[in-house]
């Protein structure tokens, strides 16, 4: 099983580039989440859907746009790249109410320059 | 917001020694699950607990779920080489459709050969 499957691995953004990072799911999920990992701050919610259909807000939405594209996808968009979002991106997925927690991808790793 | 509070933030071990890093929260939760995230990857779903006072292993790993329900201990008992990487609480309120996991900062794991 392929479970959460993030592309692309690594990336190199020129500031005010803008770009997609792409995440899918074939665990029949409702739930999927985007983080990002900075050192010594740990995992920081950045957006989240419950269910098709919706997107909420976590901790550092700013600067970022989500699409909840269908039950298997969850896009993260930067519109205008700056270095302070260079970081690791991590997906997740879960059933509803998470009691067996998250099913994470393996991360993008994205500098912006 | 709720926050995890995560200890040591870093430890440095020789192989064959065992470890222990907790975690505690102002408030109270349903669910503790621990993670471990191999360097370049994402974390994975070690060990998760459902009842204040469980205490529960994998392998060489035990974890307990406070009686207070404000916290939780994950042991490794004679700690190899692969066992390197950061590991993470989470705390989870389920409740209707809604599970966002709360995380901690991390405890990361240096093992000397």
């Known amino acids: 099983n392929a479970g959460v499957t993030q592309t692309p691995k690594f990336q190199v953004l020129k500031t005010g580039q803008s770009m997609t990072l792409q995440c899918a799911q074939d665990?029949?999920?409702?739930?999927m989440y985007w983080y990002r990992q900075d050192p010594g701050m740990g995992l920081r919610l950045i957006y989240y859907s419950a269910s098709e259909g919706t997107t909420d807000k976590g901790e550092v939405p700013n600067g970022y746009n989500v699409s909840r594209l269908n039950k298997r996808e969850f896009s993260l968009r930067l519109e205008s790249a700056a270095p302070s979002q260079t970081s690791v991106y991590f997906c997740a997925s879960s059933p509803p109410g998470a009691v067996y927690g998250y099913t994470f991808g393996s991360g993008t790793r994205l500098t912006v320059v | 917001g709720q926050q995890l509070n995560q200890s040591p933030q870093s430890m440095f071990i020789q192989e064959g020694e065992d470890v222990s890093m907790n975690c505690t929260s102002s408030?109270?939760?349903?669910?503790w699950l621990w993670y471990k995230q191999d360097p370049g990857e994402g974390p994975v779903l070690l060990i998760a607990?459902?009842?204040?006072?469980e205490l529960t292993s994998n392998g060489r790993l035990t974890a307990q779920f406070g009686i207070t329900r404000k916290d939780s201990f994950l042991n490794i008992s004679a700690s190899i080489p692969s066992d390197v990487g950061i590991y993470f609480c989470a705390g989870l309120n389920y409740g209707g459709s809604q599970g966002n996991l709360i995380f901690g900062k991390g405890t990361k794991l240096s093992v000397k050969p």
């Open positions: 607990l459902y009842k204040a006072g």
């Open positions: 408030s109270i939760f349903n669910t």
């Open positions: 665990m029949n999920h409702n739930s």
